[in-house]
């Protein structure tokens, strides 16, 4: 079925270094994407998001690039701090209802 | 901006017993709100969407008579899990949207249900 996933479950950096997380996206039909940051125990946090119009957007430390002709998603996070530590989720959208559908997610780590 | 608080954060009730957990917009007005519900080391489920004024969609296998939702203002829906069994054992996280035409959806800090 439809879903989105991500390549790798785990990821750890070191402090300072570029963190970079994977999504896949099966549907084509697709055309907005959020990622999230949740830590243990609380609700996921807001971090970035895209329209498929658009093959790069840039926030604070991160950025989210999109390419939709391999439907791959990805966020980068740049100068990785021990306060990035947390579970990344990708989620995508897809017309008027308003639904995200949540990828696997990601466990980064960052040793200090 | 774009704040969501749920009540409470922690229940714990004994098999049999309802629970009703709260979900509030607190700086915006939220006419669609939603339900996941999530397990250890696993991603968000959603349960439901939450229309002010309306009646709640399911998903596909959530038994709406045993997860009710109420959207009774543009600021609160209520999730009320009926008879609860230990299966029902979660977290339970609700989310927002925005403005009515924004699709970015804003999560409240979660409440973790433990029935006994």
């Known amino acids: 079925g439809e879903s989105v996933g991500l390549h790798l479950p785990t990821l750890s950096v070191q402090e300072g270094d570029n963190s970079i997380i994977n999504c896949a996206y099966s549907?084509?039909?697709?055309?907005?994407f959020i990622w999230y940051k949740q830590e243990s125990g609380k609700g996921p946090q807001f971090i970035i998001d895209?329209?498929?119009?658009?093959d790069k957007r840039q926030g604070q430390r991160v950025t989210v690039l999109l390419n939709k002709t391999v439907k791959h998603l990805s966020l980068q996070i740049a100068a990785t701090q021990p306060g990035d530590s947390a579970v990344y989720f990708c989620a995508e959208n897809r017309g008027s209802n308003y639904k995200l559908t949540f990828g696997k997610g990601t466990l980064l780590t960052v040793n200090p | 901006g774009a704040v969501v608080s749920q009540h409470p954060s922690w229940v714990i009730c004994k098999s049999g017993t309802s629970v009703k957990i709260e979900c509030r917009s607190l700086?915006?007005?939220?006419?669609?709100m939603f339900w996941y519900r999530q397990f250890p080391k696993q991603s968000l489920m959603l349960m439901a969407t939450s229309n002010e004024g309306s009646k709640a969609t399911y998903e596909q296998g959530v038994e709406k008579d045993k997860f009710l939702i109420n959207h009774a203002s543009l600021t609160l829906s209520t999730l009320t899990v009926t008879s609860a069994h230990p299966e029902d054992s979660s977290f339970y996280i609700c989310s927002a949207r925005d403005l009515p035409s924004g699709r970015a959806q804003y999560f409240g800090p979660g409440t973790r249900l433990l029935v006994l």
């Open positions: 700086d915006f007005q939220a006419t669609t």
């Open positions: 895209i329209r498929s119009n658009m």
């Open positions: 549907n084509s039909a697709s055309d907005y």
